[in-house]
């Protein structure tokens, strides 16, 4: 029978995450937690096993008037990337944790990103932005719409 409990579900995927993602000493891992009522961030340098930075909701600094929405992953991601900038990380490796990225992860991502932490590619994904509206633009100008007369109706089917 298959997991059915979204705990052993989200573990599975976090170990095949894992897998792949590691960070080091120049570019280490930024890990992400998230539960009902709060998130959590932490930069961990997997070569040496320890964490470098952190922050939570659960954090007197940080708390607000409650830790499970996208307020708060916005705080937390400004705040892990400024502790981060301090002590002289620029560029991290993302670890969505097993969850999908959207909704307090993303906005915690994003977050990072305008505060400082991988300026890189903050810039390609504006350039990859501008470079697809300008092909929109230039794909509208080269394919005119049919008119109503050129366009044909469709065949109705006859019923048996």
Do not use: C, W
Request: overall charge positive; cysteine-free.
């Amino acid at each position: 029978m298959a997991n059915t409990s979204r705990a052993v579900v989200r573990e599975a995927i976090h170990r095949r995450i894992r897998r792949k993602v590691r960070g080091s000493g120049e570019r280490p891992r930024l890990a992400l937690y998230r539960s009902l009522n709060h998130i959590s961030a932490q930069i961990v340098d997997d070569e040496l096993g320890r964490t470098i930075v952190s922050a939570s909701t659960t954090e007197k600094d940080l708390r607000g008037t409650t830790g499970g929405n996208i307020e708060a992953a916005r705080r937390i991601g400004k705040a892990i990337a400024e502790r981060a900038l301090e002590k002289g990380i620029s560029s991290v490796v993302f670890d969505r944790g097993g969850y999908l990225y959207h909704g307090r992860i993303k906005a915690l991502t994003e977050a990072a990103r305008e505060a400082g932490l991988n300026k890189h590619e903050l810039e390609a994904q504006a350039a990859e932005a501008a470079a697809a509206e300008e092909n929109a633009v230039s794909d509208s100008e080269q394919k005119p719409e049919k008119t109503a007369k050129e366009k044909k109706p469709r065949e109705k089917k006859a019923k048996k």
